[in-house]
Nanobody
Framework: QVQLVESGGGLVQPGGSLRLSCAAS????????MSWYRRAPGQERELVAS????????NYADSVKGRFTISRDNAKNTVYLQMNNLKPDDTAVYYC??????????WGQGIQVTVSS
């Protein structure tokens, strides 16, 4: 059974930091690129960051560049999203996904991140 399980979300004040984790199982993790998406209230789903299967190439949405960092540990079958200098507009449900050249194949259940004073 393929599973992607996010953790590390919660409530944080503006300017604070959170580190999201996504633990993968049921497939060969190192064969897949990984992405983080988010859906904010009243907004469409947005691609936040992505990383290739080996971890040597990353991409970020303009809204998070310089603040967020995606990384992965293939030995632990886990992808991370370090979020610094958080803003209220970062409030959203965050999802991890696994992708190949055929598109996004697997999705996590999503985890809430709320940035508020």
């Amino acid at each position: 059974q393929v599973q992607l399980v996010e953790s590390g979300g919660g409530l944080v004040q503006p300017g604070g930091s959170l580190r999201l984790s996504c633990a993968a199982s049921g497939f060969t993790f190192s064969w897949y690129g990984m992405s983080w998406y988010r859906r904010a209230p009243g907004q469409e789903r947005e691609l936040v960051a992505s990383i290739n299967n080996a971890g040597g190439s990353t991409n970020y949405a303009d809204s998070v560049k310089g603040r967020f960092t995606i990384s992965r540990d293939n030995a632990k079958n886990t992808v991370y999203l370090q979020m610094n200098n958080l803003k209220p507009d970062d409030t959203a449900v965050y999802y991890c996904s696994a992708f190949t050249v055929y598109g996004n194949l697997y999705w996590g259940q999503g985890i809430q991140v709320t940035v508020s004073s």
